[in-house]
C-alpha cells in the first residue's frame, strides 16, 4: 500500500469515527427527545380527554333530564324489563321509524320527551307500556348517535348497587358493522360492575355531586386500561328540593391504550421530522469535519513525524505553514512551529543536563564505592579469632547513607563496636558520617573508654557544625578474655540481647543525648558482662521504622519475634532472617531509610 492510499485510509477511519459518534449522539438525542415528546403530547392528549369525557357526561346527562317522566321511565324499565318489547328480550332499531310514526299518531303533535306527568298517568297500561318501549329506543338512538360523534369506546346508562347492578343500556364502538349492544348490552342484560373498585363512582353517590372526576382504572375483561366519567341521574324531592335517589348513571368511557396509540403516531411522525433535520446537519457537519479538520490534521501529523526523525524546525515550518487552514488548527501550527523552534533550545540544553546528570551519577557510584569500602565488610572478619563471631550489613536508601556500623581491635584482648545513625540522607550525611566514624574509631584506637571517645568527638564535630546535623552512636569495647564491656548510648536505639539459649529482649535503659548536638556534653558508661552463648544485636532506627504501602511500621516487636524465630543461630544467619521479615513486611514499598545491623555473639576464651 502506497503513501497515498495510507493517507485516504487514515482520513477514512477518522471520518468513520466521526460518523460513528455523531450517530450515537443523534439516537441519545432522539431517544431523549422522544421521551420528552411522548410526555408533552400525552399530557396534552390526557387533558383533553377529560376535558372531553367530562362534556359528553355532561350533555348525555341533560338529555336524559329532557324528558319530564325520567324517573318513571327508570322505574318502569327496571320493574317491567322483561315484558317490554327491546333489546335484548325483544325489539328491532331497524323499527324505530314506524315506531316513532305509531307514537306520534297515538301521542300527538306533543313533543314526546316533554309529554307531562299527568297526561302520562291518564293513559292506559298498553299506551304507557309503548311510550317506555319508544321512549327507550329514542333515548337508545341519541346514546348511539353520540357514540359515533364523541368518538366514546362505551357509553352506559345503569342503576348502580354494590350487590346487583342494574343495566339499562350500553353502547359501545361498532365493531365489524354490528353494535355489541344489540346482543348482550341491552335493558337488563348482566352488568358486573363492582362499585367498590371505582372509587370516583362512589364518591359522586355519596356526596351528591352531578359530575365526577376522570376515573382510570384497567379491565378485569380484557385486561385494557381505560377512562371514564360518571353523571348521575338524580330525582329530588319536589318540596324539600333535597336529593332523594339516584335513578341511574351515566358513564362515559374511551380507551387509554387507543390514546397512548395516537401518541405514539404523533410523536413517531414529529421524531421522522427531527430525525431528517438531524441528518442534515451531521452531513454537512461531517463534510465540514472533513475538509476543515481531518484533512488537515492527517497533513500536520506528516510534519510532526518528518520532524521527529530530522528535528529540523526549519523544514516544520515551511510544512505546517503550507498546510495551515484558516480556523482553530491555524492556530495550532502556528503553535507548532514555535514549539519546534523551542524544542531545539531545549535540546541543547537537555543534552547538557544529561551529560551533567551522568557525571554526577558517576560520581556518585564512585562515593558509594569508597563508602562501602570504608565499612568493613569481609566475613570471617577474624577467622583466626575462636572467642567470638560478628556479622554486620548496611542497605543505605540512597546512593550513598548517613549509616555505619565498625569493629576493631583495639587492642589483642579488646574489641571495639560501634553502630551510629547520622540525621538526614545523602551525601551531606555521607560526609558527616565519614568523620564521624574516623573521629571516634582514633579515640578509641588511642585507649580511650567509649564514653570519654564520644565526648572527644562530640566536642570535635560542634565545631562549624553550619548545617546542624548530629548522630545518634551506640559504642562498646569488650574485653575478650573475660567478656566484660563498657557501653555508651548517644540517642541511639535500644540493644538486642540473648543470654546463653534464651530468647531475645530489648535492654532498655536511659540515653544521653546523640553526639554533635551541643559541645561539652558528658556521655555516660553502662558496665555489663557477656558469658559464654550470649549475643549482642544491635541496629539503627531504619529496621524499627521500615514502612509497607500502608505507611505501617516494621517496629521493634517484630524485629524482636523474628529474631526468635531461630535465637541461637550464627549472627550471619540472624541478620539475614531480620532482612527478610523486612523485605516480606515492606513488600514492594521504596526503602525510607538506612538499614543498619551488627550481631555479636561470645564464645568465651575457652572456645
Not at 96 to 117: C, H, K, Q
Not at 148 to 175: G, H, Q, V, W, Y
Not at 350 to 355: C, G, P, S
Not at 404 to 414: G, I, P, S
Request: with cysteine; hydrophobic share 40%.
Amino acid at each position: 500500500m502506497n503513501t497515498q492510499d495510507q493517507k485516504k485510509k487514515k482520513r477514512g477511519k477518522l471520518l468513520a469515527k466521526a460518523a460513528v459518534n455523531s450517530i450515537l449522539m443523534a439516537i441519545v438525542a432522539m431517544v431523549l427527545s422522544g421521551t420528552i415528546l411522548y410526555m408533552l403530547f400525552r399530557q396534552r392528549a390526557v387533558e383533553n380527554m377529560e376535558k372531553s369525557l367530562k362534556q359528553d357526561a355532561s350533555v348525555l346527562s341533560t338529555e336524559i333530564y329532557l324528558y319530564s317522566t325520567y324517573s318513571w321511565l327508570f322505574d318502569y324499565w327496571e320493574e317491567h324489563y322483561r315484558e317490554m318489547n327491546v333489546p335484548p328480550y325483544g325489539g328491532d332499531l331497524n323499527n324505530f321509524l314506524e315506531w316513532f310514526i305509531n307514537m306520534s299518531d297515538e301521542f300527538g303533535d306533543t313533543a314526546l320527551n316533554r309529554l307531562s306527568w299527568d297526561t302520562l298517568m291518564e293513559k292506559s297500561p298498553e299506551e304507557q307500556k309503548d311510550y317506555a318501549e319508544y321512549s327507550y329506543f329514542q333515548i337508545f338512538d341519541d346514546l348511539t348517535s353520540y357514540t359515533a360523534i364523541f368518538d366514546n369506546d362505551r357509553i352506559s346508562c345503569f342503576k348502580p348497587d354494590e350487590n346487583d347492578p342494574f343495566n339499562f343500556m350500553t353502547i359501545l364502538k361498532e365493531n365489524e358493522d354490528k353494535l355489541v349492544s344489540e346482543t348482550n348490552c341491552g335493558l337488563g342484560a348482566d352488568f358486573p360492575f363492582p362499585i367498590q373498585y371505582h372509587p370516583e363512582l362512589q364518591k359522586v353517590l355519596d356526596e351528591g355531586e352531578l359530575l365526577s372526576e376522570v376515573e382510570t382504572y384497567r379491565s378485569t375483561s380484557d385486561g385494557k386500561e381505560y377512562s371514564s366519567v360518571y353523571a348521575p341521574i338524580i330525582t329530588f324531592d319536589g318540596d324539600t328540593e333535597k336529593l332523594e335517589k339516584v335513578q341511574a348513571v351515566i358513564s362515559v368511557t374511551r380507551s387509554m391504550d387507543e390514546l397512548n396509540q395516537g401518541v405514539w403516531k404523533d410523536v413517531l411522525r414529529f421524531e421522522g421530522w427531527i430525525a431528517l433535520a438531524i441528518g442534515i446537519v451531521i452531513a454537512l457537519e461531517l463534510a465540514r469535519l472533513y475538509y476543515g479538520m481531518i484533512r488537515p490534521t492527517v497533513r500536520i501529523q506528516k510534519e510532526i513525524r518528518s520532524y521527529t526523525k530530522t528535528w529540523d524546525s526549519a523544514s516544520l515550518t515551511k510544512g505546517l505553514t503550507e498546510h495551515s487552514p484558516n480556523n482553530e488548527l491555524g492556530q495550532l501550527t502556528d503553535d507548532l512551529i514555535l514549539m519546534g523552534e523551542e524544542i531545539d533550545l531545549h535540546v541543547h540544553e537537555v543534552e547538557k543536563a544529561t551529560a551533567e546528570k551522568e557525571r554526577i551519577g558517576t560520581e556518585l557510584n564512585m562515593a558509594t564505592s569508597i563508602q562501602a569500602s570504608q565499612l568493613p565488610n569481609i566475613f570471617p572478619a577474624y577467622p583466626e579469632r575462636k572467642e567470638f563471631d560478628l556479622f554486620a550489613s548496611m542497605k543505605p536508601a540512597k546512593e550513598v547513607g548517613g549509616d555505619f556500623y565498625d569493629f576493631f581491635f583495639v587492642d589483642d584482648d579488646h574489641i571495639a563496636l560501634v553502630m551510629a545513625d547520622v540525621s538526614g540522607k545523602g551525601v551531606p550525611a555521607a560526609l558527616f558520617m565519614m568523620i564521624s566514624k574516623i573521629l571516634i574509631k582514633s579515640q578509641l584506637k588511642n585507649g580511650e573508654s567509649p564514653g570519654e571517645a564520644l565526648n572527644n568527638a562530640n566536642n570535635e564535630l560542634c565545631e562549624n557544625n553550619d548545617a546542624g546535623l548530629f548522630v545518634t552512636v551506640w559504642a562498646a569495647v569488650i574485653e575478650i578474655s573475660t567478656g566484660k564491656g563498657v557501653s555508651v548510648n548517644a540517642g541511639h536505639e535500644h540493644p538486642a540481647y540473648r543470654k546463653g539459649n534464651g530468647n531475645f529482649e530489648l535492654l532498655e535503659y536511659e540515653h544521653d543525648l546523640a553526639v554533635a548536638a551541643f559541645p561539652g556534653v558528658p556521655f555516660g558508661e553502662r558496665q555489663f558482662r557477656m558469658e559464654p552463648g550470649d549475643c549482642l544485636f544491635v541496629y539503627t532506627d531504619g529496621v524499627a521504622e521500615a514502612q509497607n504501602a500502608e505507611h505501617k511500621l516494621f517496629e521493634m516487636d517484630r524485629m524482636i519475634d523474628v529474631l526468635n524465630q531461630d535465637p541461637t543461630a550464627e549472627p550471619e544467619q540472624l541478620i539475614k532472617n531480620v532482612t527478610k521479615g523486612i523485605k516480606a513486611f515492606v513488600d514492594k514499598a521504596e526503602q525510607f531509610d538506612d538499614i543498619t545491623m551488627l550481631c555479636f555473639r561470645y564464645l568465651g576464651p575457652d572456645k
